[in-house]
């Protein structure tokens, strides 16, 4: 069966140091693959794409990598801060699928303590 | 503004009444999206469109739940006879390409 899996369902880091979110998915073949922050009450917002042909993408303290081999995008927020708290979802766009339809994980909550 | 803008922010409902929202996109965006959210889970596919046309439904959605986007610009979600497993956020995205999705701040919909 296909399957997007985000392998914590929370993860409490220490301020400063680097946040490591995994996404990993099974008989699929996504055509990219999306990384969005949710805080509560509101919608999804967007921070980074990584397409197929990509092996690492960064913007600002934020860098994901995408392995197409393993099935598996890792993403890192580096000297992390409290505000950077909150659910962060992975999205698959995947060939063959909807133009319309984005695959989410179930998402990864993150806590920064000061 | 110039996000994306869904009404209400909040809805309770008794079971068995209709119920409908409203999602107004990025004025440039031809791609609109509804999904799902339920506590603990990411956001589920329910419709999209491109302009004024549909062109996809997920199973999820059911006969007693209808989309429309008339003319290209906002667009409306209408669930008639809710269910108590109606409740969820309801959200909607826009998007110019096929490419990163801007969502609203979603509908919270309580059936009592």
């Known amino acids: 069966s296909q399957k997007i899996e985000q392998n914590s369902e929370a993860l409490n880091i220490q301020e400063g140091k680097t946040a490591t979110l995994t996404c990993n998915y099974t008989n699929y073949s996504p055509a990219y693959l999306q990384w969005y922050r949710q805080d509560p009450g509101r919608g999804p917002v967007f921070l980074l794409l990584?397409?197929?042909?990509?092996k690492e993408k960064r913007k600002e303290r934020l860098k994901v990598t995408f392995d197409t081999t393993l099935k598996q995008s890792l993403f890192h927020i580096t000297a992390s801060q409290p505000a950077d708290s909150a659910t962060y979802l992975c999205?698959?766009?995947?060939?063959?699928?909807?133009?319309?339809?984005?695959?989410f994980g179930k998402g990864t909550k993150l806590s920064v303590k000061p | 503004d110039t996000g994306v803008s869904q009404n209400p922010r909040h809805k309770i409902t008794k079971r068995g009444q209709n119920v409908t929202f409203r999602c107004d996109p990025i004025s440039e965006h031809n791609r609109l999206y509804w999904y799902r959210q339920t506590l603990g889970q990411g956001p589920e596919f329910l419709t999209y469109?491109?302009?004024?046309?549909?062109?996809?439904k997920s199973r999820l959605l059911s006969d007693r739940f209808s989309a429309e986007r008339p003319k290209g610009s906002f667009s409306t979600l209408e669930i008639q006879r809710t269910e108590q497993g109606d409740s969820a956020m309801y959200l909607c995205?826009?998007?110019?390409?096929?490419?990163?999705?801007?969502f609203g701040q979603g509908t919270r919909l309580t059936v009592v």
């Open positions: 995205a826009s998007s110019p390409i096929q490419t990163e999705a801007f």
């Open positions: 999205a698959l766009r995947v060939y063959g699928g909807s133009q319309g339809n984005l695959i």
């Open positions: 990584i397409r197929e042909n990509e």
């Open positions: 469109f491109q302009n004024e046309a549909q062109l996809e």
